[in-house]
T-cell receptor, first 114, second 113 residues
Framework: EAQVTQNPRYLITVTGKKLTVTCSQN?????MSWYRQDPGLGLRQIYY???????DKGDVPEGYKVSRKEKRNFPLILESPSPNQTSLYFC?????????????FGSGTRLTVV | KQEVTQIPAALSVPEGENLVLNCSFT??????LQWFRQDPGKGLTSLLL?????REQTSGRLNASLDKSSGRSTLYIAASQPGDSATYLC????????????FGKGTSLLVTP
């Protein structure tokens, strides 16, 4: 089944403890991206990757890192999580950016930082 | 920057009614428009993708239209069911707004038995 898989689905952590949220897609998609969703603010892009060679910041990149060492994986890294990073996170992928292809989203990761 | 607006923000209808959700965007230079469904606390499920060259797409009881020139899309749901209760989001990737999907805030739909 074609899908984007995120892990974990739920995570409660303490301030400052480094964590990684994994994202993997099995559709050979070039483009991948991370979003966070907050009440009243909607979905906002954190980082995106056009392919394994190009990664860049989205609208709200502060406090996050990403890597794209291979096409299928795009982990989101929080080096020192803070309570304002408590949110619902989504990974998305598409065959390519800018063409007539849709976007597939993962099931989400609900992160709570205390 | 692309601004996407969805009206109404919330809608409650009795089962069986036909309904229309609206999505408007400020920059008509879009590649496509995608409608998603989101159940509370869950992921986004793609419903329909309309290419920039298309006027509408249909899937079962759902029909989405696109008018690029006026910056509008509508999602029509026929014969609504309680299982349709969810938040509906529209999203556009724009050629003038970076490499992000621009989302509306969504329409929260409740279909009562």
């Amino acid at each position: 089944e074609a899908q984007v898989t995120q892990n974990p689905r739920y995570l409660i952590t303490v301030t400052g403890k480094k964590l990684t949220v994994t994202c993997s897609q099995n559709m050979n998609h070039e483009y991948m991206s991370w979003y966070r969703q907050d009440p009243g603010l909607g979905l906002r892009q954190i980082y995106y990757s056009m392919n394994v060679e190009v990664t860049d910041k989205g609208d709200v990149p502060e406090g996050y890192k990403v890597s794209r060492k291979e096409k299928r994986n795009f982990p989101l890294i929080l080096e020192s999580p803070s309570p304002n990073q408590t949110s619902l996170y989504f990974c998305a992928s598409s065959l390519s950016w800018g063409l007539n292809y849709g976007y597939t989203f993962g099931s989400g990761t609900r992160l709570t930082v205390v | 920057k692309q601004e996407v607006t969805q009206i109404p923000a919330a809608l409650s209808v009795p089962e069986g009614e036909n309904l229309v959700l609206n999505c408007s965007f400020t920059d008509s230079a879009i590649y496509n428009l995608q409608w998603f469904r989101q159940d509370p606390g869950k992921g986004l499920t793609s419903l329909l993708l309309i290419q920039s060259s298309q006027r509408e797409q249909t899937s079962g009881r759902l029909n989405a239209s696109l008018d690029k020139s006026s910056g509008r899309s509508t999602l029509y749901i026929a014969a609504s069911q309680p299982g349709d209760s969810a938040t509906y989001l529209c999203a556009v990737p724009g050629s003038n707004s970076g490499y992000a999907l621009n989302f509306g805030k969504g329409t929260s739909l409740l279909v009562t038995p």
